[in-house]
Every structure is written in structure tokens, then in C-alpha cells.
DNA sequence: TTGTAAGCGTTATCAG
DNA sequence: CTGATAACGCTTACAA
């Protein structure tokens, strides 16, 4: 049953051509008559023949694999996986348009912040690049293994201590900044930050902005207001309880996703209050729960398609001129989902 | 900058062996001196030497590279990536002790639905296993492409026409009996159903174990109570409001996923019904919409990690025993998780 | 346009 | 236990 796979060498024979010439029409080189490619065709059809792509690299020196390592949490949270798939439809999408293969690998966070993470990683393995998805600080000496080994990388949602070569993310800061303005118009003056995981690097960049925006608008940043939890429903229930009893109480709460949302709407329903009437709530992922919880949930939805696709255009762009010097991050605008949890602010002031 | 990476003809000249004695040094080769294990090792560690993995299958006729083929629906249910992260961990985590890498293709299902499938996605590769993840049927031509080139291949969660060597599922047509026995016990006696895509495998699997449960207790299909949707959380609410019109009107309900099961509690509120008083209500994932909603829903939880495990200790015996004639599927059992969308019928019979 | 042959970096088979 | 040396399958100068 298990004929050996044809190679080359037998295209060569059964065609009546040298195998530089099947090299040639393999690859699409232009100097072949139209004569001898048809030969070389039906010789492959014939055989069934498919070039072993090891022994194509191998000849040619490149990889053509592009890794992709996921660096998660330990144990994985629900809504980071409901971000990453979406950016790696847009990897694969973007990838498939070129003859590079997509290996992946996972990490976890604690692996991450020490110091041969990559080297690990990569022992044994050969790639033309490396896509680096996380949310998290990653370790700058892990990076400067791979500067010494001179493999193209592009961070994707986190970054390093030391300036990195390409990253690619979406704007945390800017949307806070978007819906506190948002938020502003309709009269609200006394904010609150549910967080997620305070060291997360999004979480870091969201209440950057939270504090910006405020500052930026002459608000009042109460300390008091601001919580963290680990992005869990309970932990968005139990600090709105908190913050139901603070002083002063605040209107509106920006949380660190939808599920903590969901969690500070249940407590503040719990408490006989309403939303959006007594206080309005913002989560962040556009995930379905979003769609889920009554009322329901003003979100904001991050790019993460079109993150993958940037990153791995990124990638191959480094991958060809191999020593760009560009030093270069960007920074894709998030989508406020406006729906029926925010509202005008009732509250005399 | 770009240095280049040594190799094993550096090892060796630096150790003053031969390449022979190098590789058996890196293979791990038994009748090799301490002493030149030592010089060989202290060599590797100076030059940073690491082997080439592609130069390394050329020359052992293996490519250590598993393929996941994942096929999805276009566009991609969120439902569907809520499900796959976690198998895909656990693929990865039984991975990670073997030697092979993976290597991830996304394809969708109208593809997979065609002959050329894996064909077109193998073009160029060079894999030692398979393995393929899906929920819908999968061309058998395709799978005759994988027999023919001697690939070893599991599928997961999907399957072909004709019998296929290895399989691993989870118990969707178990799971559905043991929740409705469940609520028989609870005094139900007219289910119905809110089925997710009809065609998709796991729902027909469910569909047929809902039928089977019934009847198995005697009990009656009404065709009438039966629809079916699209997972998402609007077909969940207008397939509720359809079966509040039906004669019989159930009083329990199972639905295809969370997300229409969310859709069916608001349709019930909505017309002023309550849960579980009035109506019974499950879905299927486990998902965190699970927890949001209210009441907490009672769910059916797939074991995805498992099944990513299993999948990959199966091919990793495939590969080796190459003509193992095993035609083996493991369906493993899911976990009825039980919340307050579910208790006693009340309506009088 | 085509053929020849020398690599690409490892492994594996033989002798020694 | 070790060293030559021929594969492994393909690409790519270099010649013709």
C-alpha cells in the first residue's frame, strides 16, 4: 500500500527532462519552453508528485514556517480566548496568501516573564519569523535572543521593557478616552473603574486612559474609585458592591470586560437600583454576553481581526529586507458599541 | 550582524570528531565515549549550535510536524472558537512532550464539503499526521487523498460517510439523555427542543438522543416541538415564542447552545413567564453566558481539553505502528452541570 | 532553453 | 567506539 512518494528525480525520468528543469517549472522560473513545462506538468499529474517542502528549505536556506506563540494565562481565561481566535483567523488569512507555513506554540505567563523563554521555545526549531501574542509583559532578554539569532518578530497586544522592533495593538488608551468623553455629554462627572488584572498590559493602558481622560476634562480621579479584579464575574459583582458604598458613588462605571460588567449589573440590580437610570455601565470585548445581560451592555469591540492581519504583513515585510531598522508600533482604533446600559446621568449635582 | 549559525561541521571540527560522533552525540546514540560526549557538548555550548530541524528530516525521512486542520464555519461561530481554544490546549499540551511541532490550517466548511480538500490544503506540505477538527461532515474523497498518501489522520468531534480510522468525540446524543432523564425525574413530560444548524454533526447527534430519550421512556415526540436555529441568541427567542403558540406547550426545553438557550429565557420573560417555575430550560457549552443570565443556566459541559489530549496520543501511535488496521472511535462522556433554569413541573397533567 | 553537478545540514551505513 | 562517506530531495550556479 504505501508506495514511496514520487520524487524530483522520477518527474525528470518519466518527462524525458533533467530535474533542473522540473526545478524550474516548479518554482515558476521564467526561462522554460512552453513545451517542456507541459511535459514536466503532466509528469507531475501522472506521479502524483508533491515537492517535500523539507528538503525545499533545506536547498534554499528559509523555513517558510512562521510561528506563532500564545503566551497565556495560567489556567487560560474564557475572554482571552475569545480574543485570540479572531486574531489568528486574521494571521491565517493573511498567511495564506503566502507560501508560509503557520506552527504555534504555547506559552504561559510566568514562562514568558523569565529569561530563555524564546530560546526554549525555539530549541530545535527553524523559522522565518515569529508572531508573539500575549497580554503581558514578555522578558527583553528572552528578545534579545532572538535579535542575536536574527529571527523577524512582531509583538501582537504586549510589549517589553526595551523598545521592540514592530508591535501591533489596538488603542486601550484612546478607547477609555472615547467613551468617558461619550460618557461626559451625557452629564456624568463621577467615574469608576471596574479593572481586570491591574499588571495586564491592556488593563495598564485602560486606566491610563481612564485617568487621562478625566484629567484632560478637569474631572475629579478618586483613588477610591478605582478597583481591580481578575475578569471574573464575581470579582465585577463584588467590587460594584464596594463601590456602592464608597463616597461620593459614582454614575458610571467602566469595566475591564463584559463579564465583570455583567457582574456589577447583577450587583447593582441586586441592590434595587437601575440601569441605565441610576447608573449607566460600560464593558469592553463586544463579546455575547454583551448581548446577554439586560439590559444590554454598551461595549467596546477591539480589531483583533485586522490586528492579525497587520502583524503578519508586518512579519513578512521584516522577512524580506532583512535588516529594516524600523522601529515601529502601531495602534488600531477600537469601536464603541453603543447600547442600552449608559444613559444620561440623573444624578443632582 | 547576521552571523552565521553554526553547524554540525563546526561541532565537529571544533571538538576535533568527526561528524559522525557529533550526531550520534545530538540522537542521544548510546556507544559514544564520556569523554567525547563532553568535548562534543562543551563544542555545542560555544558555537550556540542548534541543529536544523529541516536538514534533520531530510535525512530521517520524517517532517515532525503535525497539522491541525480546523474546519469552521464562514463566518465563524464565537461559539464555535469558545469550544476549540480548549481543545487545541489540550492538543498542545499532550504535544509538547513529543517532538512534533504543529502546524495549524483553517479551512471552512463548504471546502471540506469538497473532494479536493485536503489535497489542496497538503499542497506543499510535508506532515507526518493529521489531525482534523470539525463539526460538520467531512468529504470522504478527501480522507481516500490521506489513505492513499499513507497520512495518518484523526478526526475530532466530525466524521465522514464512510467509517473512518480514528475518532474522538464527546457524548452529545448521551449528554441530551442524561439531562432529559434528569427532568423526567423532575416530572417532565413534554420537551421540546431548540435545536442550533441542523445539519451540524453534534446537533444531529443531539437531536437523535433527544428522540431516543423519549421514546425510550414512553414518552411523546411532538415534531411540533422541534425547531432549529443558528446558535445564535436571536433564533433562541423567536423559537421560544413559536413554542409558546404550540399545542402541547412543553415545559422543558433544551437548546443547542448558551447563547440560544439566553434567547429562550428572555422570550419566556418576556411574556411574563417564569423559570424554572413555569418553563425548565438547558443548554449545552458551559459557557459564561451560563452564569450570566438569570436564573443560571442549567448546562452540558464537553470535556475539550480531554479530547485534544486523546486526539493526539491516538496519532502519535498511528504514526508510529504505521499499518495498525485499528478503526477506533472514543466518544467520552460530558458533565451535566446543574443550576437553576431547571426544577419540578408544575403544570398539572 | 536546457543539462550537469555541487551544495544545503543531517543521519546512517560501513569499515576500521 | 569512531571516522568516512553515501544518501535524503531539491535548488542553483555554471556550462553548453
Request: charged share 25%; proline share 5%; with cysteine.
Amino acid at each position: 500500500m504505501s508506495k514511496k512518494r514520487a520524487t524530483l528525480i522520477d518527474v525528470a525520468k518519466l518527462s524525458g527532462l533533467s530535474t533542473g528543469t522540473v526545478s524550474r517549472v516548479l518554482n515558476g522560473h521564467p526561462s522554460v519552453s512552453d513545451e517542456a513545462r507541459k511535459k514536466v506538468e503532466d509528469a507531475i499529474k501522472k506521479l502524483n508528485y508533491v515537492p517535500l517542502s523539507t528538503a525545499r528549505s533545506l536547498a534554499k536556506g528559509v523555513s517558510n514556517v512562521i510561528m506563532l506563540s500564545m503566551i497565556e494565562e495560567n489556567p487560560i481565561l474564557p475572554s482571552t480566548w475569545r480574543y485570540e481566535l479572531p486574531v489568528i483567523q486574521g494571521i491565517y488569512d493573511c498567511l495564506r496568501d503566502t507560501p508560509y507555513n503557520l506552527q504555534v506554540g504555547i506559552g504561559f505567563v510566568e514562562e514568558a516573564q523569565k529569561s530563555k523563554f524564546f530560546e526554549n521555545l525555539l530549541k530545535d526549531k527553524y523559522i522565518d519569523g515569529l508572531l508573539i501574542l500575549g497580554s503581558w509583559p514578555i522578558d527583553h532578554r528572552s528578545l534579545i535572543y532572538l535579535e542575536e539569532r536574527n529571527i523577524p518578530y512582531v509583538l501582537i497586544g504586549c510589549r517589553s521593557s526595551v523598545p521592540t522592533r514592530a508591535e501591533v495593538n489596538f488603542d486601550n488608551h484612546g478607547a477609555v478616552v472615547e467613551v468617558i468623553e461619550y460618557l461626559v455629554q451625557l452629564g456624568h462627572t463621577k467615574f469608576a473603574l471596574i479593572g481586570g488584572l491591574k499588571e495586564q498590559l491592556h488593563m495598564v493602558d485602560r486606566a491610563k486612559g481612564f485617568r487621562d481622560a478625566l484629567l484632560a476634562r478637569d474631572l475629579k480621579v478618586y483613588p477610591n474609585l478605582i478597583k481591580f479584579g481578575d475578569y471574573q464575574i464575581d470579582s465585577g459583582y463584588r467590587l460594584m458592591l464596594e463601590l456602592l458604598e464608597e463616597d461620593p458613588r459614582p454614575t458610571a462605571i467602566i469595566c475591564g470586560n463584559d463579564l465583570m460588567a455583567a457582574g456589577a449589573i447583577k450587583a447593582i440590580h441586586d441592590k434595587g437600583y437601575k440601569i441605565p437610570s441610576d447608573f449607566s455601565v460600560v464593558g469592553f470585548d463586544d463579546s455575547e454576553i454583551s448581548k446577554v445581560v439586560d439590559p444590554p451592555l454598551t461595549t467596546i469591540k477591539a480589531p483583533t481581526f485586522e490586528m492579525g492581519n497587520l502583524a503578519v504583513e508586518k512579519l513578512c515585510s521584516m522577512i524580506q529586507q532583512k535588516d529594516m531598522e524600523l522601529e515601529e508600533i502601531a495602534i488600531l482604533p477600537c469601536e464603541l458599541i453603543i447600547r442600552s446600559s449608559t444613559g444620561e446621568c440623573n444624578q443632582k449635582n
